[in-house]
Structure formats: C-alpha cells, structure tokens
C-alpha cells in the first residue's frame, strides 16, 4: 500500500490528509480560518498565510497520528502549487519540500482545480463509471468551469467565469444583504421558506468569451451583483424580516440555475453520459438538489463530491498523487508556486 501525504495551503483552509493508493482516506485535517476572516468580509491574504504558518506543523502531525501510521511509511509529499494565494501557497510548498527533503520521499506538485476533480471520486459509493465521459463542474469561492473528463485524453476545459466565480457571488451578495461572511451558507440559511420567483435576477448570458471556449458554456456573474445593488436600493424594505427570505431564495436560484443550465448545456454538447460537481459551492443544497432533477431528467449518472471534501482540503490533493497524477518535481526545491497559473487543462 502507497501512502501520500498531502498539504493543502493555497486559500484559508490549512489542512493535510493521508490518502493511499487504493484512495482510502486514511485522515483528513481540515482547519478552517473563517472565524479570522469574518470580520474582514472576505479572506485576507496576510492574515491567511500567518494562520498558516502557525497551524500547519500540528495539522501535519495531526494527520499522521489520525492516520496511524509512522513518518517512515509516508510514501511521497503531495502540496498544492496552484493556483491560489500568493503567500498562502508559500507556506505550503516550503512545508511540503522540507517533509520531501527530510523523509527523502518524492514531491508531487499538484494543481488545486485538479484536486478537485480527484474529489469527486472519494468517499464510498461514487456512481460514476470512470470509463465513461463525464462532464464536471468545478464550482467554488475562486473557480468556476466546467470540464470534461474522458478515459482516453487528458481533462479538458469547456467554460469559466469570466469575473466572479460563483462563490464570490454569493459571498458579495451575502454582503449587501447584511448576512455576514461566508456567503453562501448565509444566502442558503436565510432563503429558507423564501420564495424563489419573487425577484427576477439576471442569469449573465455571455456573448463572447477567452480564445477556445464556448460562450454557451462560460459564467459571468458581475452583472447579477449589481441587479442585487440596484434592487436593494430601489426596495429598502427588501431587508426586513419579511422580504429577505425571498431575496435570498431568489439570488441563490439565480446562481443555481446558471450553474445547472451550463452543465446540462456542455452534457448536450459533448454526448457525455456523466455528470459531476466538486468545490466549496457544491455543498449548496439547492444545487445539489437541482443538479439531481437535471441528471434524472436526462437519464444520466451524477457524481456529486461528499460534503467533506467539497470545501479545500488536502485529501483531495494526497489523492492526485496517490493515483500516480500531478507533477513530480526534481530537484525538490526547484518548486515554486504559480498563483494565477491557468487550470492547466486542454481546451477544445
């Protein structure tokens, strides 16, 4: 059995996981910085790449000890590269190369929408046929596209965001709204009982899009923030207790149907038999509950990531590894970090 250890740094989660080569999750550390960051409205790098600093040796010893293995059973280093945050992704990579050099154990580099990929498939029970085409979205606080997935090429980038992610969005709409950081189980637990067809938000079609991509298949959710903005200031009373509900309900199905449109949209395209959804915004139970009427719809397998691996963590970035993905790095300090690195898929 191989076992990876992976570190995960490139936001305000600081986490480490052992994952081994049969993708048994062995443990999975995750500390999250929201509680340092709430008052700010939003992460904030310095104070992001501090935590990190202080929290990851004992997140790193934490993981090995859930594991219940010894350091000198640790097969390999596994840390996220990119993209991400500057000098949270710092931190993680000087850990991850002084384990490397340490254990004398190989580093793997290993793209973070990549992971995400990867955690689709962890956990029990995963319906997906690996064999099969599958398209994926990729949904969270700082990415959005879709990609394809196939048995016999490399994964394939069909659309993006052109400015917010999906996850910003809600977030900047949580902060007109008044429900505080993080955005989206704010906008989810106050549009409880709300109506979603009380207001009429934009979806943010796009016209055009960046070189190689379908703008049927491409996300722009900047205008939806400010039909948010314009609508609070024309309604005051969309604050109270009364209306927020419906506010909340209606922005969040705004996003939702977006992101569910587009999926069904690159499954039309593409022939795929497979959907999936992984990142931080696919624990949204709206999602995840339309995600399941349009692949029941349409007769098509849905994988959906666990709610635990949904958010960062570092036993999706161990599972990259494990499985024999990402980026073997010699010299070992010869890494470096790429922050605004692209997600690194082929594009049509």
Aim: hydrophobic share 45%; charged share 20%.
């Amino acid at each position: 059995m191989i076992c990876f250890l992976g570190i995960e740094t490139s936001c305000d989660e600081t986490a480490a996981a052992v994952v081994t080569s049969a993708g048994r999750v062995l443990s999975n550390v995750v500390h999250s910085q929201i509680a340092l960051h709430q008052p700010h409205g939003g992460v904030v790098p310095e104070i992001a790449s501090r935590a990190h600093v202080e929290l990851l040796p004992g997140i790193v010893e934490r993981a090995i000890s859930e594991a219940g293995i010894a350091w000198d059973e640790i097969d390999g280093i596994a840390v996220t590269s990119e993209p991400g945050l500057a000098s949270a992704l710092l931190v993680g990579v000087a850990a991850a190369q002084a384990l490397a050099l340490r254990l004398d154990r190989p580093l793997v580099a290993v793209n973070h929408i990549e992971a995400h990929l990867r955690s689709i498939f962890l956990g029990e029970g995963c319906p997906l046929d690996r064999a099969l085409p599958t398209v994926a979205l990729v949904v969270s606080g700082g990415h959005t596209c879709l990609i394809e997935l196939s048995p016999d090429r490399a994964p394939r980038l069909l659309g993006q965001t052109l400015d917010d992610a999906a996850g910003e969005a809600l977030d900047k709409g949580a902060k007109l709204m008044g429900l505080g950081y993080p955005g989206g189980p704010a906008i989810e637990a106050a549009a409880a009982g709300g109506d979603s067809k009380r207001v009429a938000f934009p979806r943010g079609g796009v016209t055009s899009a960046i070189e190689g991509l379908d703008p049927a298949l491409c996300f722009s959710f900047s205008g939806l923030k400010t039909a948010l903005r314009y609508y609070l200031r024309d309604h005051p009373e969309a604050l109270n207790a009364e209306h927020l509900p419906h506010v909340a309900a209606s922005y969040e199905e705004a996003v939702v149907s977006v992101l569910v449109e587009r999926l069904e949209s690159a499954l039309t395209k593409t022939g795929a038999s497979q959907a999936a959804a992984a990142g931080g915004v696919a624990r949204n139970r709206r999602l995840r509950s339309r995600l399941a009427e349009m692949a029941a719809r349409r007769g098509v397998r849905l994988g959906l990531a666990a709610p635990e691996f949904c958010s960062d963590n570092a036993a999706m970035v161990a599972a990259v590894a494990a499985a024999g993905f990402g980026r073997s790095v010699r010299p070992i300090g010869a890494l470096d970090i790429r922050p605004t690195a692209p997600i690194g898929l082929e594009t049509p």
